[in-house]
């Protein structure tokens, strides 16, 4: 596919509020869904058999997904996956619908091909995305039949209303309705955009709360539903060491890392400084992101040993990005923001990439 979306981004988006854009942008891709132009699409930009990957009992069409963050309600997962991804994971999603912080609360530096965000969970509650995600798996059924269909993930989050000391409760609420439709679980402590809630990725909280969820999770689904944790790029060696503990203490299947980033001076930035401190504050996605996400997945793989998944994300653009990944431990990986700059064509440039540097 020719590379257009650049420039059209540059003069349709550029000037736009970025929420608007983005909403804008996810409209017309389920608008394609429903003219029936994404099921066309989907037989030019179905992975190559060659990208199948086993991960958690799972199997996922690329190695290659989209994060948590652009379809908070599951409103477009068939379209999205008809692009190329070999997996969606929605959300961030809470226990009770929240409006998220006040707007305007996504920004672009657009130099530094990265976003900053303070959303703040913004989502209609586990009630109203449920019955969403039950009919996506219905509209895979009918298109993929015995085939391999693309794997939906589900993130779930604290709802910001609800106290910390009640935040296990929260997180149960989404997963008593969430977990039945839950390819996999996220468990999200990583966001640092609801007050306290990073709190929760020390030991003490977090393994009770993963515990918990994660039997939970099961005994509603009536099967082992694959349970992760997403963990912030800021934790200290000593915090990310804690976490990996957990993995094989509480039979976690693996880790998300990274999530935004709170960090600024350190990252390089090539924006204005004034245009980065007009964004203020939130968390930072992007190119900017990838040495450090990079660092934590090589510290994590060996920290955890061979077999625990790791879904690295965090500053992935290209194909030979995804494959650096890969090489350095990571059993999937996940983009987003480069989505947002890129188009709906960049998933399968990714992908037809992919094979060729897994084949060579």
Not at 244 to 254: F, N, Q, S, T
Not at 304 to 316: C, D, W
Request: hydrophobic share 40%; charged share 20%.
């Amino acid at each position: 596919m020719p590379r257009i979306y650049p420039a059209f981004f540059k003069i349709a988006f550029s000037g736009m509020d970025a929420e608007r854009a983005h909403h804008l942008g996810f409209s017309g891709i389920k608008a394609s869904k429903r003219s029936g132009a994404s099921r066309a699409l989907r037989a030019v930009a179905r992975p190559d058999r060659s990208l199948e990957t086993r991960a958690m009992g799972l199997t996922f069409p690329s190695p290659f997904g989209l994060a948590a963050g652009f379809d908070k309600g599951a409103t477009g997962v068939v379209a999205l996956t008809d692009l190329g991804f070999g997996h969606v994971e929605v959300g961030t999603v809470t226990g009770r619908a929240q409006p998220g912080n006040p707007a305007p609360r996504l920004f672009r530096l657009v130099e530094d091909r990265a976003v900053v965000n303070r959303m703040g969970f913004n989502n209609d509650g586990a009630a109203a995305v449920g019955p969403r995600l039950a009919a996506a798996h219905a509209d895979f059924d009918d298109q993929y039949g015995s085939g391999t269909r693309p794997v939906v993930g589900v993130n779930i989050g604290k709802t910001k209303a609800v106290p910390l000391e009640d935040a296990t409760e929260d997180y149960l609420v989404s997963t008593r309705t969430l977990a039945p439709q839950a390819d996999y679980l996220v468990v999200n402590v990583s966001s640092p955009n609801t007050p306290g809630l990073r709190t929760l990725q020390a030991r003490e909280s977090l393994a009770p709360l993963l515990e918990a969820v994660g039997k939970e999770a099961d005994r509603v689904a009536g099967r082992h539903v694959p349970l992760l944790v997403k963990i912030a790029p800021d934790l200290t060696d000593g915090q990310l060491e804690e976490i990996a503990g957990l993995v094989p203490e509480l039979g976690l299947d693996g880790v998300i890392a990274t999530n935004t980033t709170i960090e600024r001076e350190s990252l390089g930035l090539v924006s204005d400084p004034s245009s980065v401190y007009a964004c203020g504050e939130g968390g930072l996605s992007g190119a900017p992101l990838a040495p450090r996400s990079l660092e934590v997945l090589r510290s994590l793989r060996g920290l955890l040993g061979p077999e625990p998944t790791i879904i690295s994300v965090g500053g992935v653009s290209t194909a030979e990005d995804v494959h650096e990944r890969l090489r350095n431990g990571a059993t999937l990986v996940q983009g987003y923001t480069a989505f947002l700059y890129e188009g709906p064509f960049w998933v399968s440039r990714i992908n037809r990439g992919l094979k060729k540097l897994m084949a060579g």
